[in-house]
């Protein structure tokens, strides 16, 4: 496994890549939040939120645009409002200062196991075709017009869950737990940032229409009010 580590705090920082080390983990150190946003994020970004430049909260936010890297918070701070707003804008964990290597080292090991991608399914694949959109299990890559979107693992999830029955509205709490995780923690914010950036990515927001208060159902534009 291969980690970012964003920590300013030698003190800090030379340990824990010791100790993450012993377990064949390496780490890529950086010291500010810019750049931790220009470095490759590895397989695991370890993020202290009191950063020199860039709050580590905002530093969250802006990879989450990007990736689905996995996120574990490392920070000094008490405050519950930055435990929950971190982990509403995407963040998988969140661990107070002082910690241990092992137990740091097992919760990276529980976010892998939910996090890891499924086996592509070799029997019954198809591709589901609904208007200019195609969903396609076998390589979970969809593709608009023919052209393929650059969508993240969880983007990818979130789509095909809604494409799974077009038109039937999937409550919030089921998409949560089937592309986050069971019993997923906090308001779901983080549903719809992914909601907004799977619109764009497909180019306009009928897609994905929103039953306020109940949850989301995916509609070809064409044939809304069908």
């Known amino acids: 496994m291969r980690v970012l580590l964003v920590e300013d705090d030698e003190s800090i920082a030379e340990p824990l890549a010791d100790g993450l080390a012993r377990y064949g983990i390496s780490t890529h150190r950086v010291v500010t939040g810019q750049a931790a946003l220009d470095a490759p994020p590895g397989d695991f970004v370890l993020l202290d939120l009191g950063l020199p430049d860039i709050d580590g909260i905002d530093v969250c936010?802006?990879?989450?645009?990007?990736?689905?890297?996995?996120?574990i918070m490392l920070t000094a701070r008490g405050d519950e409002t930055d435990r929950v707003l971190g982990l509403e804008i995407g963040a998988d964990d969140y661990m107070p200062k002082p910690f241990s290597t092992r137990e740091l080292v097992a919760r990276m090991r529980a976010i892998g196991r939910r996090t890891r991608p499924a086996e592509p399914r070799t029997e019954h694949a198809t591709a589901h075709r609904l208007g200019p959109l195609t969903i396609d299990d076998r390589t979970r890559q969809a593709h608009l017009h023919g052209e393929p979107l650059a969508l993240t693992p969880k983007e990818y999830h979130l789509l095909a869950l809604l494409a799974a029955d077009p038109g039937a509205v999937v409550d919030r709490r089921r998409i949560l737990e089937t592309v986050w995780e069971p019993n997923f923690f906090g308001r779901g914010k983080t549903l719809d940032f992914h909601v907004a950036t799977l619109r764009r990515k497909l180019g306009d927001p009928?897609?994905?229409?929103?039953?306020?208060?109940?949850?989301?159902?995916?509609?070809?534009?064409?044939?809304r009010g069908a």
């Open 61 to 71: 936010r802006r990879i989450r645009q990007t990736s689905d890297v996995p996120i």
């Open 206 to 223: 009928h897609w994905i229409e929103n039953r306020r208060g109940i949850g989301f159902r995916l509609v070809v534009p064409d044939s």
